[in-house]
Each structure stands twice: as C-alpha cells, then as structure tokens.
C-alpha cells in the first residue's frame, strides 16, 4: 500500500464534505436571488423565522458563525428591513435580534426555496439520513 494513500484528495472526508458544500449552495444561488437573498443571508433568516426574536450570541452559535461573519449578514438584512437589531434593556451587552413584519412577509415568498432544490435531489430517503449523519458529527464537534 502506498504510503501516501492517506493524504490523495480523492480519500479526503474534508474535501467531499467542502466540494459538496460548495456545489448546494450553487444550486441555491438562483432560487435565492430571486429574493435578494445570499445563502448566508438565507440560513440566517431561517433561525431568525423560526425563533422571531434571538439573542445575537444565540443566532451566531446555532449558524457556527462567528461574530465577524454575522455582523456584516445582519447590518445588511438590517438595510433590507427583514429584521431590527437592539440592546436589551436590562443588560446592554446583549444584541436582540427580531423579526420585522416585512421579514415576516419575505417567510412565506420563501417556501419554493427548499421545495424546489428538494426535488433536484430526487431521493427523499437518502437525503433525509444523509442529513442525519451531518448534524450527527457536526454534534461530536460541538
């Protein structure tokens, strides 16, 4: 066996993980510009849709976003009006973000959105435990 095996592109988790990643969000990219919507922007409204209102440090942890990322994806959904930002009033180190109704207007606009990538896919089964095992592992990182 070559003992370079281990270390061939082609044998890499890693790299299937990442070429993956890279190609969905591609399949994304038309379907959300029609909303003017980045992908990063999207999976953002889609915590912030489910949860109306979130604490920032809470939103960042449940996207793996840091700080630097998110702030920048939040001023410009900010812009768009989809959401406000604030302080809270009883500890100004928290950041609460909240839903705006025309943010709220935007969730139901979005439903094709996973529909319509879904079928591309095809199987519902293989992608339903492929998603099983990704957040399976992505929990042993955490």
């Known amino acids: 066996m070559d003992k370079y095996e281990k270390i061939k592109l082609d044998n890499q988790v890693c790299f299937s993980l990442y070429a993956l990643s890279r190609e969905v969000i591609k399949l994304y990219k038309p379907l959300l510009d029609k909303h003017n919507l980045t992908y990063t922007q999207y999976v ?79 199987n519902d089964e293989e992608l339903l435990l492929l998603k099983k095992y990704l957040d399976k592992f992505l929990n042993k990182l955490d």
């Open 44 to 122: 953002t409204m889609l915590v912030i849709w489910e949860e109306e209102k979130i604490v920032f440090k809470d939103l960042a942890k449940r996207l793996h976003l840091d700080s630097g990322t998110l702030t920048p994806v939040l001023k410009k959904l900010e812009a768009m009006e989809l959401i406000t930002k604030y302080r809270d009033k009883n500890d100004d180190r928290m950041v609460i973000v909240e839903l705006i109704p025309k943010g709220g207007l935007l969730k139901d606009e979005i439903l094709e959105v996973p529909e319509s990538l879904y079928c591309q896919f095809g």
